[in-house]
């Protein structure tokens, strides 16, 4: 049964950073793309960061120049380093991982940043 656990999420002050980590277990196949998305209260689930094999990555606009999203494939995890946070990148995260046509999510976790 694959299972991705999110870790890394919290509470913490505008400016400051976050690192977010997404392990898989179950398996190991080497996702074609592993990312993260968020959801805010009354909010749709909306992409954050994906990143796939090689040099693709994609970012949402809003928070290019301070996210990183990364990947060790040996680990089987996806990380999300945040900087700069501000209090509108408060959500629960959502780490996602998709091969061929299969999609997998994992439970979430908490980020709030206060102002």
């Known amino acids: 049964q694959v299972q991705l656990v999110e870790s890394g999420g919290g509470l913490v002050q505008a400016g400051g950073s976050l690192r977010l980590s997404c392990v898989v277990s179950?398996?190991?196949?080497?996702?074609?793309?592993m990312g993260w998305y968020r959801q805010a209260p009354g909010k749709e689930r909306e992409l954050v960061a994906v990143i796939g094999h090689g040099t693709y990555l994609n970012y949402a606009d809003s928070v290019k120049g301070r996210f990183t999203v990364s990947r060790d494939n040996a680990k089987n995890t996806v990380y999300l380093q945040m900087n700069s946070l501000k209090p509108e990148d408060t959500a629960v995260y959502y780490c996602?991982?998709?091969?061929?046509?299969?999609?997998?999510w994992g439970q979430g976790t908490q980020v709030t940043v206060s102002s």
């Open positions: 179950g398996t190991r196949i080497l996702f074609d793309s």
């Open positions: 996602k991982a998709t091969f061929r046509a299969m999609t997998y």
